[in-house]
């Protein structure tokens, strides 16, 4: 399958950084990137963000502050299961 639209590849651009892909879609996401420069550049940049992300440890956050980000993020649902 060939993107006609950059964009058609976000929609599965988390699970194929997580690994959670199916084969056929990372096969597609390949073959865009071996000719799209700037989706390998936005793929590879991600990927090494998320990378890092989980090598760092959870950083302490007050109740307030979490409250605070959680509301402006739109998670409040979140916020009950705790």
Same mark, same amino acid.
């Given at each position: 399958?060939?993107?006609?639209?950059?964009?058609? @590849?976000?929609? !599965?651009?988390?699970?194929?950084?997580?690994?959670? #892909?199916?084969?056929? @879609?990372? #096969? *597609?996401?390949?073959?865009?990137?071996? !000719?799209?420069?700037?989706?390998?550049? &936005? &793929?590879? /940049?991600?990927?090494? /963000? &998320?990378?890092?992300?989980? *090598?760092?440890?959870?950083?302490?956050?007050?109740? !307030?502050?979490?409250?605070?980000?959680?509301? &402006?993020?739109?998670?409040?649902?979140?916020?009950?299961?705790?």
């Amino acid at each position: 399958m060939i993107h006609e639209n950059c964009h058609d @590849l976000l929609d !599965g651009l988390s699970d194929y950084l997580d690994g959670e #892909a199916s084969a056929e @879609l990372c #096969a *597609q996401i390949r073959r865009h990137m071996a !000719g799209c420069d700037k989706c390998r550049v &936005v &793929v590879d /940049t991600l990927g090494k /963000t &998320v990378k890092l992300y989980r *090598q760092l440890p959870k950083p302490d956050m007050t109740e !307030g502050a979490r409250e605070r980000l959680y509301k &402006v993020l739109d998670l409040s649902d979140l916020l009950r299961d705790k």
